[in-house]
C-alpha cells in the first residue's frame, strides 16, 4: 500500500514515474481504485499507464506449459498524469511517451 502511495503521490504533484520491475495484477487494481477516487473536476484528470513486458513472458513455450511456469513478470512500468501523457506506445522493445509540459 506503501508503495502504490508513493507512485499515485508523485503523480500527482506532476512526475512520470518508471518502474524498473513493474507492478503486480494486484498493485496496478489497487493504483487504479485509489486513483479513482483521487480525481477531481478541477485537480487530477487520472493516470497513464503502460507495461513492458520481459520478450519471453508472451508465450512460455511447450515446456513451460506443460509444467505449468508462468511467463516473467512484467519488466518495466510507465506512470504519468493523464493530462501531460499525451501518447504512451508501446512497441516490440520501445516504449515511448509524447509529453507535455504543464
Not at 507492478?23 to 485537480?43: F, N, R, V, W
Not at 493523464?82 to 504512451?88: E, H, L, S, V
Amino acid at each position: 500500500m506503501e508503495k502504490i502511495r508513493l507512485i499515485l503521490d508523485d503523480v500527482m504533484e506532476g512526475n512520470i514515474v518508471v518502474l524498473e520491475k513493474g507492478l503486480s495484477p494486484e498493485e496496478q487494481s489497487k493504483l487504479i481504485e485509489m486513483t479513482m477516487m483521487e480525481i477531481s473536476p478541477d485537480g487530477f484528470s487520472g493516470i497513464e499507464m503502460e507495461t513492458y513486458s520481459a520478450k519471453d513472458s508472451q508465450s512460455t513455450g511447450f515446456f513451460g506449459k506443460l509444467f505449468g511456469k508462468k511467463g516473467a513478470a512484467a519488466r518495466m512500468t510507465v506512470i504519468g498524469p493523464a493530462n501531460q501523457m499525451k501518447t504512451i506506445k508501446k512497441d516490440k522493445d520501445l516504449i515511448s511517451a509524447w509529453v507535455s509540459s504543464r
